[in-house]
């Protein structure tokens, strides 16, 4: 086996000097061409120039042999720049130092014009709490209005956004109560009316002495008593929904009306209609709803974490996502004095103008509501970056180097944010293209 082996080597290193020789033959006469030909060129530049430019090649003749013999050589230097170029041996982008810190990060001149640098400072911030709520009714000037008797729907006078003023028929009701309670005033009356004469008579027969003291009292006292259930009856009309010329016209007339009006109690648009002909009803049922939407409420749920910041009178902007993101500006009107124990919220409350009735009751809003200003070291959100659930800033070290630290920070008010801890005034940051150097870090860590 060695043997066998060592024959192969021998014969391989025959092949070898074999080929090499034959190689280095060729090699010889290419050289030998080139050189030839390169001669051949050179003469004949040589004469051309003789020919056409003969100053040139005289200066040539007259220069120093070196010189001549570098310009020689001058196409092979040539052809050695260009397969140096080709290899990118004088590529002139910047390399890029090697980072072991993975939050330092290395900046060239393109990344750098993307960077906006600026130092924290200790200035006045408004905290502004955002909260999502709901446009609503202005409760001041919103009326449910019911039936005032037990019946039977018998005509409906109004129609949903229908306006109303204040006195308008919305709706019959034809009640066999309100039948009862009008016999019942018209009996009452005329027992009043009884006692009355009963009584004087008792005071012109008591002058007389026809009767005794005890008796004048008696009569005197049923007449009071009858009085008495006189306006109790005259109450309990007024109660169902008659007004006291009806009233009157009834006591005089004695003609009794089974219909009972429903009335708007206040001016506005009917929003909500809940009967129909035929339909009947109860004191305790809400008919009609009638709200004037001159003005709203708009109405927001504020954890009670939050609620500390929201005082009566703090200004807030309120945004309408379905008008395009109108802003209205306004003021806390109310803060409520308890929390909810089912969603711990509490309920702050604002009023909206809606003279031109653009805004409609159950759009989404949003408030941003702004707290008092006070004094606090501030970075500008472009500043931070967000990652794993912390904020980061790139603090500035050296004019090539940024290093990102973590910062504790409060929340956002009007593009900036209040330092909790991690920075310290006056320090050299990056206020814009903090988002680049953060991408520019990753990719060195990458090796990219």
């Known amino acids: 086996m060695k043997q066998e082996f060592t024959e192969i080597t021998a014969k391989l290193k025959e092949f070898y000097s074999r080929y090499m020789a034959i190689a280095k033959v060729y090699a010889q006469e290419w050289l030998a061409i080139v050189i030839k030909a390169q001669n051949d060129l050179y003469v004949?530049?040589?004469?051309?120039?003789?020919?056409?430019?003969?100053?040139?090649?005289q200066q040539y003749d007259?220069?120093?042999?070196?010189?001549?013999?570098?310009?020689?050589?001058?196409?092979?230097?040539?052809?050695?720049?260009?397969?140096?170029?080709?290899?990118?041996?004088?590529?002139?982008?910047?390399?890029i130092k090697s980072v072991q810190d993975p939050n330092v990060v290395i900046v060239n001149d393109d990344l750098r014009n993307m960077i906006t640098e600026g130092e924290t400072y200790t200035g006045s911030f408004v905290e502004e709490l955002r909260a999502s709520g709901r446009v609503d009714f202005n409760e001041m000037f919103?009326?449910?209005?019911?039936?005032?008797?037990?019946?039977?729907?018998s005509e409906i006078l109004a129609i949903p956004g229908q306006k109303v003023k204040q006195g308008d028929i919305l709706a019959k009701i034809t009640s066999t109560e309100l039948t009862q309670s009008q016999l019942s005033f018209l009996k009452a009356k005329s027992a009043s009316q009884l006692a009355d004469q009963a009584a004087n008579r008792a005071r012109i027969l008591y002058k007389e002495d026809v009767i005794a003291l005890a008796e004048l009292q008696k009569r005197e006292a049923e007449a009071s008593s009858?009085?008495?259930?006189?306006?109790?009856?005259?109450d309990q009309l007024r109660v169902q929904g008659m007004d006291q010329p009806s009233i009157d016209r009834l006591a005089k007339s004695g003609v009794i009306e089974s219909t009972n009006n429903v009335i708007a109690s206040i001016p506005g648009e009917i929003v909500e209609r809940k009967i129909n002909k035929g339909q009947v009803v109860q004191p305790a049922d809400a008919l009609f709803t009638v709200a004037d939407l001159n003005t709203l409420w708009a109405v927001s749920e504020i954890p009670e974490s939050n609620s500390y910041l929201i005082h009566k009178g703090q200004k807030v902007n309120l945004i309408i996502p379905a008008l395009r993101n109108a802003e209205i500006e306004g003021v806390v009107a109310h803060?409520?004095?308890?929390?909810?124990?089912?969603?711990?919220?509490?309920?702050?409350?604002?009023?909206?103008?809606?003279?031109?009735?653009l805004i409609k009751p159950g759009m989404l809003a949003t408030m941003m509501i702004e707290s008092q200003p006070t004094?606090?070291?501030?970075?500008?959100?472009?500043?931070?970056i967000r990652e794993d659930n912390k904020d980061y800033v790139f603090i500035k070290e050296d004019d090539d180097l940024y290093r990102m630290i973590a910062v504790k920070l409060g929340p956002e008010g009007k593009g900036y944010r209040p330092v909790i801890s991690g920075l310290k005034e006056g320090q050299n940051i990056a206020v814009n293209g903090a988002f680049h150097l953060n991408a520019e870090r990753k990719r060195q860590l990458s090796g990219g």
């Not at 004949?44 to 090649?57: Q, Y």
């Not at 009858?226 to 005259?234: F, G, H, Q, V």
């Not at 803060?335 to 009735?357: F, L």
């Open 226 to 234: 009858a009085k008495a259930e006189y306006r109790a009856a005259n």
């Open 335 to 357: 803060v409520d004095s308890i929390v909810n124990p089912q969603t711990r919220t509490v309920v702050v409350r604002m009023e909206v103008p809606n003279k031109d009735g």
């Open 62 to 95: 007259k220069a120093p042999p070196w010189t001549q013999k570098g310009l020689f050589y001058l196409p092979w230097f040539c052809l050695f720049l260009i397969i140096l170029n080709y290899f990118n041996v004088f590529d002139r982008s910047p390399t």
């Open 375 to 384: 004094e606090k070291l501030l970075v500008p959100t472009s500043a931070v």
């Open 142 to 153: 919103l009326s449910r209005i019911g039936a005032n008797v037990t019946g039977r729907v």
């Open 44 to 57: 004949l530049t040589h004469a051309w120039f003789s020919t056409h430019l003969p100053r040139v090649a």
